[in-house]
């Protein structure tokens, strides 16, 4: 070999260490870039709102590749994991999960008992009977825009007044922000209660919430508060399983999920898998796993 042809290779050589101390593999085309974990997670809880499960689980995998001790990362694998069918994935992400954040854990194994709980919960019309420390919960509904109430919201009062007749010492929470023409949900429905003979002072306002999860999580609050670790849920019959979802999530022991009578009869099937999904996210977000990053 000449002199001036090993110059060449060994220059050939020279460059090419340089190049993947500098660039690594990829100038080469054999490496794949790594990803940001934030942009991984936000797409992940995008694809998971789009009902596109394998995708989201896809960025998950690739996300704790990268990050294997993201607490957050690995409860929504076990979440979707478990909305899914996909034990498997569930159960070692829990053990991983174990591990890394048992708080998180806890809290996970909590939400996904409460998805089940409601998923087997009967709409039930007829007072729920229950002993001390329990309340009762009336969920809101938007008003019209002059700040009157709508027909649906009427019904589920109507229910509550009769669960609060039921159960006399229970203290009876009020939630829903939403003010229309100066009038929020919960003021709307105090009122409503207090005029139909309720007193006064078993009615506690909660006029913040403008969702079923801040429902969930700021109507705990005031039920603790009042010494109720306990609580009867009254909501409309094709909102009571989110709202059970929700609040057993919040940490608060539900112990009656009463409805109005309107399309009674046509939520007492339990939902299908495909119509469980909301109460996926919204349990999810009471337990503060963000939507995005």
């Given amino acids: 070999m000449s002199l001036s042809m090993r110059v060449k290779d060994l220059a050939a050589v020279a460059f090419a260490t340089l190049a993947l101390t500098v660039t690594g593999p990829a100038l080469f085309g054999t490496a794949v870039a790594t990803a940001d974990p934030a942009d991984l997670y936000n797409s992940a809880q995008s694809h998971f709102m789009n009902g596109q499960d394998a995708a989201g689980l896809d960025d998950l995998r690739r996300l704790l590749d990268e990050s294997p001790d993201d607490a957050q990362a690995l409860a929504l694998q076990a979440i979707w994991s478990d909305y899914t069918g996909d034990v498997i994935t569930r159960e070692v992400a829990l053990h991983r999960l174990d591990a890394v954040d048992p708080g998180t854990a806890g809290g996970t194994r909590n939400m996904l008992g409460a998805v089940a709980s409601a998923v087997a919960t009967v709409p039930m019309p007829l007072p729920a009977l229950v002993g001390e420390h329990t309340g009762i919960v009336v ?20 229910a509550a007044w009769l669960q609060s007749i039921a159960a006399p010492w229970a203290p009876i929470v009020v939630t829903g922000g939403n003010p229309q023409n100066g009038v ?88 299908a898998r495909s119509a469980q999904r909301g109460m996926y996210i919204d349990a999810s977000r009471v337990m503060m796993l963000p939507p995005g990053r």
């Fill in 184 to 271: 929020a949900e919960a003021a709307a429905m105090a009122g409503w209660l207090i005029g139909h003979g309720i007193p006064a002072e078993r009615v506690l306002v909660e006029d913040r919430a403008g969702s079923t999860v801040q429902n969930a999580l700021f109507s705990t609050e005031l039920l603790r508060g009042a010494g109720a670790g306990a609580a009867v849920l009254v909501t409309s019959p094709n909102h009571i399983r989110r709202a059970v979802a929700d609040f057993i999530t919040a940490g608060v022991h539900v112990v009656g999920a009463m409805t109005s009578t309107d399309q009674w009869a046509a939520q007492l099937m339990p939902p």
């Fill in 139 to 158: 969920l809101g509904y938007g008003l019209l825009p002059d700040g009157s109430m709508r027909e649906e919201l009427v019904d589920r009062l109507e």
